[in-house]
C-alpha cells in the first residue's frame, strides 16, 4: 500500500534524503549557511523554511522550489533521471585549474550577465552570475531564462594567459556544457568583464553557437529576489541595457553578434 504524505512531511523527507549525499547536517548547515536547530525542525517537519531559505535550498541541492515539496517518491524517482543533481557545486564542476588565484580573486562576486541570445537576432538575455571561492576553487553558478526555461549552470572559474576561462554545466536539464572566455580586469576593482559565450542554441536545431556576452559587477546591499526577477529576454536597444555594454555586443546595426556553425 502507497504511503500517503502531507506537503509538510514530504518536504521533511526530501530534505533529509538530499542531505543524506553529504558527509553529515551540521555540513549541510555549514554549506548553506544556516542555523542547525532551525534546519533540525524542517527535518522533523515541525516548521516550514521562509521564501528566502527555500530559495537557498533550491540553490544549494540543485533543485527547483517545487520539487523540494513535491510527493516523496516522486522525488526519488526525479533523482534517479538526474544522478548529477545530487552533488554540490564543486563536485558537478569540470575538472579546472584555477590558474593564478591572487588574480581570479579579485573577479569574486555577483554579475550582472547580457548575453546576445543564440537563437533570436538583436535579443539579449539579461541573466545572473555568481563567482566564488569554495574549498580553495572558485566556483561559478550561474542562472538564465530561455523562453520560458530557467537554467542553472555550475562550474568552474579559470584564469590563465592572463584571460578568464569559464565552464558550466546545466544542473536542471543536464543538456549543456557552456564555455566563456572574458578578458580580466586590468584593476582591483572590478568594473566589466566582456568576452564571447560557447554553447548550443536551446531550440529543436541545437546549432553550435558563439556570442557576445557582458558582465557587470553588482555592487552594495544586493536584493536578489529582485535581480532573479530582473532575468529575462530584452531587445537590444532596450533602456535597461546601457550604451556602454551595448557597444560590446553589437558593434552597429548590422552587427548580429552571433556566429552559428554550418552541419555538413
Known amino acids: ?103 581570479a580573486q579579485i573577479h569574486l562576486g555577483i554579475y550582472r550577465c547580457y548575453k546576445m541570445s543564440m537563437r533570436s537576432p538583436r535579443q539579449v538575455i539579461a541573466s545572473l552570475m555568481n563567482i566564488y571561492r569554495f574549498k580553495g576553487r572558485i566556483c561559478v553558478s550561474y542562472i538564465e531564462k530561455a523562453g520560458k526555461r530557467k537554467h542553472r549552470y555550475r562550474g568552474t572559474f579559470s584564469y590563465l594567459g592572463e584571460r578568464i576561462f569559464i565552464t558550466c554545466r546545466d544542473t536542471l536539464f543536464s543538456s549543456e556544457v557552456t564555455s566563456f572566455v572574458l578578458f580580466p580586469s586590468s584593476s582591483r576593482t572590478v568594473q566589466t568583464l566582456s568576452g564571447l559565450c560557447l554553447g548550443a542554441a536551446s531550440d529543436n536545431s541545437r546549432v553550435p553557437t558563439c556570442v557576445r556576452i557582458v558582465l557587470q559587477p553588482l555592487r552594495g546591499d544586493i ?41 555538413i
Open 1 to 103: 500500500m502507497s504511503e500517503n504524505h502531507s506537503p509538510q512531511t514530504d518536504l521533511a523527507l526530501n530534505l533529509r534524503y538530499l542531505s543524506g549525499f553529504y558527509r553529515s547536517i551540521a555540513d549541510v548547515c555549514r554549506r548553506v549557511d544556516i542555523n542547525r536547530s532551525q534546519f533540525n525542525k524542517y527535518l522533523s517537519g515541525l516548521a516550514q523554511p521562509s521564501p528566502f531559505i527555500m530559495r537557498k535550498l533550491s540553490d544549494f541541492f540543485g533543485v527547483e522550489e517545487y520539487e523540494l515539496r513535491m510527493p516523496h517518491a516522486q522525488m526519488l524517482a526525479l533523482m534517479e533521471k538526474r544522478p548529477d543533481r545530487r552533488r554540490n557545486d564543486a563536485e558537478t564542476a569540470l575538472p579546472a585549474e584555477a590558474g593564478d588565484i591572487r588574480k
Open 223 to 263: 536584493n536578489l529576489r529582485q535581480e532573479l526577477w530582473e532575468c529575462t529576454n530584452l531587445k537590444l536597444d532596450n533602456p535597461r541595457i546601457s550604451d556602454s555594454i551595448r557597444c560590446l555586443l553589437s558593434e552597429n546595426d548590422n552587427d548580429p553578434g552571433i556566429l552559428k556553425a554550418i552541419s
